[in-house]
């Protein structure tokens, strides 16, 4: 503790981050656990990686399986031991003790078997060591004084020799190990769990003890699987996240439409709560889906249809899943929630989003947990989940059965939520009719309507509402209002164009009567112009008449200019 | 028994250095051969101390260990050899 601990990495996923670097180097660790509780794969884990990615050898020092064995064991993890063994990185140390061929007879050291492990240690120049299971020597010799007096100088060996060791311990009662060897290894003790509630088993890692370094605290869930193993510390998670500007189509025009701007921000969190059969897992699908011909990877993780089911469902909705699936971008993995416990779940779940790097991933539904487990539990675990996804930028869908309609989840997630997108299957006039409706949609302005919900073969749309006087109205209800409007609208066209006819023969009508007046006025004024001409004649000959008298009398009457004619 | 048979005992000792413990058990065997299978033993003493490869070949663990090759079966014995009767019950041989 002068200067601070060096470690090193195990290699083991998770586990390194947990310890802020890995197990003290050049000191013990206990590894401790009930039987079956993965103690000699972390301690053979630890060795494996350590010769091939840290290059730094180390001796498996076996006292109850045999080196065929052990090799043989993780072999079916990939790990190719007798290849490092082949090539000195790795040397496997079997102490088999017979008790049955074995007496002792006066008093005795284990100086051979600290000249055993320093020959091996020296051959190959070993930095690691793992002692798997030193309890054994507990029940291969029947001197338990001498045994501890060699034990702690064994240990204290090792720290002489600044070995990184493992040494597993088998779990017991009331204690860390059966033999009390946590007295001796002071400096790190790892304890492996591995439970059973409600047959479910569950694997869990805790680190009781690391002297001089901070690490974490809690249990965390640990896998065995045939990848190895896998440590998922998942709760230091906070709210620093990245915030996304662009948004994402949620594959459903209609839906987008109702969103301004069009889908959600990356990297939401989107609830789709529904009863059964309110086409959650399809619209879960069109997202998915759309998730993949933007060129994007995206999740699915089910637990209650498989694969193939899914992708016949949704080919009936003109989406096809399995061309996706084909290319690698849509990844599919169904596993009943009974499968696993919780926590098992959530690892599994966070390893695979680890690998797979998806954009998008869906939980279809996360109600299946709510049975298998307690309410708390659950909520804890997609709490993790969430923040998990947050802080990872990627967009995470969420199906969730409701038993009623209601704006509220058993889980309590609701105000974890981003999105919340409530199906509906509302009975009205002896017909179910699915609606949607988008109860939140946080940063979005949003349509507040109420649409139906409508899936045929050319996929998921959100019909416009009919509005009428007596509210929305969804289904045949819908279909038959518009029908009456039609008709209502029918009839008014008729009116107008019958007014219009009427206007129309009015104002012909009209024409024609102004018509004949302008005729009659016509007439009159013809008339008049014709008395008038008649008139004018009539003067003219009058005046001539007069004219003619007077020049017959001699009589000048006329004017001088008369007379000049 | 052993009078029977015509190949002689064959006694591997393995200590490491010149402890206590090994020196007290090479004077034990001495002993007990000397008294007890005057001309019927061959003795070796193995320092794993020079030779832990061998510790390693013949499995042994516990200092000082004392391995009767022949006759089989192969019988260990560990500890300093201070009990002469128990030494000759376990390696099977009388006088």
């Known amino acids: ?565 | 028994m052993a009078e029977d048979s015509k190949e002689p005992v064959k006694l591997v000792l393995y200590v490491a250095g010149e402890t206590p413990k090994s020196l007290a058990a090479i004077r034990n065997l001495e002993k007990i051969c000397s008294e007890h299978l005057a001309g019927k033993y061959k003795v070796e003493v193995v320092d794993l101390k020079k030779q832990p490869q061998l510790a390693r070949e013949h499995g042994i663990v516990a200092i000082p260990t004392l391995v009767k090759e022949l006759p089989v079966p192969i019988r260990k014995i560990i500890g300093d050899l201070s009990d002469t009767q128990k030494v000759l019950v376990h390696l099977s041989v009388e006088e």
């Open chain 1, 1 to 565: 503790m002068t200067d601070g601990i060096t470690k090193s990495a195990t290699g083991i996923e998770g586990f390194d981050d947990l310890t802020l670097g890995g197990l003290p180097t050049g000191r013990p660790t206990l590894v401790c656990g009930s039987a079956g509780c993965g103690k000699t794969l972390f301690a053979s884990t630890f060795l494996f990686n350590g010769a091939k990615l840290y290059d730094e050898p180390g001796v498996f020092v076996t006292f109850e399986e045999r080196p065929v064995d052990i090799i043989a064991n993780v072999d079916s993890l990939g790990f190719d031991l007798q290849g490092l063994i082949d090539r000195s990185q790795i040397h496997i140390e079997h102490i088999a003790i017979d008790p049955s061929e074995v007496a002792e007879i006066g008093d005795y050291d284990l100086e051979a078997l600290f000249l055993r492990l320093e020959f091996a240690v020296d051959q190959i120049g070993a930095k690691r060591i793992v002692l798997d299971t030193i309890e054994s020597l507990f029940s291969a010799f029947s001197n338990p004084a001498i045994l501890r007096a060699e034990i702690r100088r064994l240990f204290d060996w090792l720290k002489q020799k600044g070995l990184t060791a493992v040494i597993t311990g088998e779990r017991g009662d009331g204690s860390l190990t059966r033999q009390g060897l946590e007295e001796y290894v002071s400096d790190c003790v790892i304890l492996l769990d591995h439970r059973v509630d409600n047959q479910i088993s569950t694997r869990r890692l805790r680190i009781v003890k690391y002297r001089g370094t901070a690490h974490g605290t809690n249990e965390y869930p640990f896998l065995i699987d045939e990848d190895g193993f896998s440590v998922l510390p998942v709760s230091s998670l906070g709210l620093g996240h990245k915030v996304y500007e662009d948004r994402i189509s949620t594959g459903v025009p209609d839906l987008d439409a109702m969103l301004t701007g069009g889908g959600f921000y990356r990297g939401s969190s989107i609830l789709l709560t529904g009863v059964a059969g309110s086409g959650k897992s399809s619209l879960a699908c069109m997202m998915a889906d759309a998730a993949c011909k933007r060129g994007e990877r995206a999740l699915y993780l089910s637990f209650e249809e498989s694969e193939a089911q899914t992708v016949r469902n949704m080919k009936s909705i003109g989406t096809d899943l399995a061309k996706w699936l084909k290319l690698g971008q849509l990844r599919y993995i169904a596993a009943r929630p009974t499968f696993y416990s919780l926590e098992m779940h959530l690892a599994m779940m966070l390893r695979e989003i680890n690998r797979f790097k998806p954009q998008l991933v869906v939980l279809d539904p996360i109600s299946a947990f709510t049975g298998s487990a307690d309410i708390a539990e659950v909520q804890t675990m997609l709490l993790r989940i969430v923040d998990y996804l947050k802080s990872n930028g990627i967009t995470a869908v969420f199906t969730h059965l409701a038993s009623v309609q209601q704006a509220e989840t058993d889980a309590g997630l609701s105000s974890l939520m981003d999105g919340w997108i409530l199906l509906l299957n509302r009975e009205a006039n002896g017909e179910f009719n699915r609606e949607l409706y988008l109860l939140k949609a946080r940063g979005i302005s949003h349509s507040n309507q109420v649409r139906e919900f409508v899936m045929s073969n050319s996929g998921i749309h959100l019909l416009e509402p009919y509005l009428g006087e007596d509210g929305a109205l969804t289904g045949s209800a819908r279909r038959n209002a518009e029908a009456r409007a039609r008709r209502a609208e029918t009839e008014r066209q008729a009116e107008v164009a019958r007014v219009q006819d009427q206007v129309t023969q009015r104002r012909r009508r009209a024409r024609a009567q102004i018509e004949a007046l302008n005729a009659e006025i016509e007439a009159e004024e013809a008339e008049l112009r014709r008395l008038v001409t008649a008139e004018e004649i009539y003067q003219q000959q009058s005046r001539e008449k007069t004219a003619a008298v007077a020049r017959g009398r001699g009589m000048n009457l006329s004017t001088g200019t008369r007379k000049q004619d």
